[in-house]
């Protein structure tokens, strides 16, 4: 009988995101993936082959889908890999929670099998996973303005020199528009659903088809999600007593105005598509 894939209760991963986590390694060209994030212009990537489904065997093997990208990183299109090096990995979330998701993986086989909270008492790893941070809110945020930008009201005098209607004078600079690096969380599950260290940089508006359920929520938008600046993490920090506090279960809170929703989701959901559009208005 095939053995099956069991869910533990404090993950905020569906089954459905477990078996479809192995992505196709068909070789493909390679492109810079950072100009084709940023290019507003880009094509749409070709249809992937969707990966068959496993139908059981070692719950541990289908958790260890994010490992592909680690091995062979240049086998991917832009798509799905956005940069790679010799230390570090970072692709799109496969099931996106926000506008912009996407993840940090460090390659070292001295850390990428550990818990975040053992790995990062390690200072050297630390330092560089922030540094790598930072490179990478630094590319969500542009991808952010990219996406958002036409509709903030923050953006309307750098919009207008880009759309042509104000010129600059001469030695003034394009206005910066709103700061999205402020919009963008950064953080690592407490229990982390993948095997793999990965290392969560998104932004925090919440609003995507991929947020099905109050755990998805709950584990972006609570103490479920440890700040990377939080780290290292003290040992009687409550985070690391995860079925005391509860986060997943916690009543259901709107992230921009506090409403509580207690444990409908399907009107969180109606709510947070008009906060999503209060938000990129401002």
Not at 193 to 216: A, G, P, Q
């Amino acid at each position: 009988m095939a053995e099956e894939i069991k869910v533990h209760s404090e993950e905020a991963l569906t089954e459905e995101e477990i078996f479809n986590q192995d992505a196709p390694r068909k070789k493909l060209k390679v492109t810079n993936a950072f100009q084709q994030l940023m290019n507003p212009n880009k094509p749409k990537p070709k249809q992937q082959q969707k990966p068959e489904r496993s139908t059981g065997g070692n719950p541990f093997k289908n958790r260890m889908g994010l490992g592909a990208y680690l091995d062979d990183p240049a086998s991917f299109p832009a798509s799905i890999v956005i940069a790679h090096d010799n230390e570090f990995v970072v692709i799109h979330d496969k099931f996106p929670k926000a506008t912009v998701h996407t993840l940090i993986l460090p390659r070292s086989s001295k850390c990428n099998l550990k818990h975040p909270f053992d790995a990062f008492d390690d200072p050297e790893l630390l330092v560089k996973v922030k540094v790598q941070v930072e490179k990478v809110k630094s590319l969500v945020a542009a991808e952010l303005q990219r996406k958002l930008g036409t509709y903030s009201e923050a953006e309307r005098d750098r919009q207008a020199v880009l759309d042509g209607k104000v010129d600059l004078k001469p030695g003034q600079d394009l206005p910066k528009g709103r700061d999205w690096a402020k919009e963008i969380k950064v953080g690592v599950h407490a229990v982390p659903s993948m095997t793999h260290l990965h290392v969560h940089i998104l932004s925090r508006d919440m609003h995507s088809e991929s947020l099905k359920h109050r755990k998805h929520y709950n584990s972006f938008v609570t103490e479920f999600l440890v700040d990377i600046d939080d780290f290292p993490l003290p040992k009687d920090d409550p985070r690391r007593r995860t079925k005391e506090e509860g986060y997943l279960a916690r009543d259901l809170c709107c992230w921009r105005c506090g409403k509580n929703f207690g444990a409908q989701f399907k009107q969180l959901k109606e709510h947070l598509d008009g906060e999503f559009d209060k938000w990129k208005r401002e």
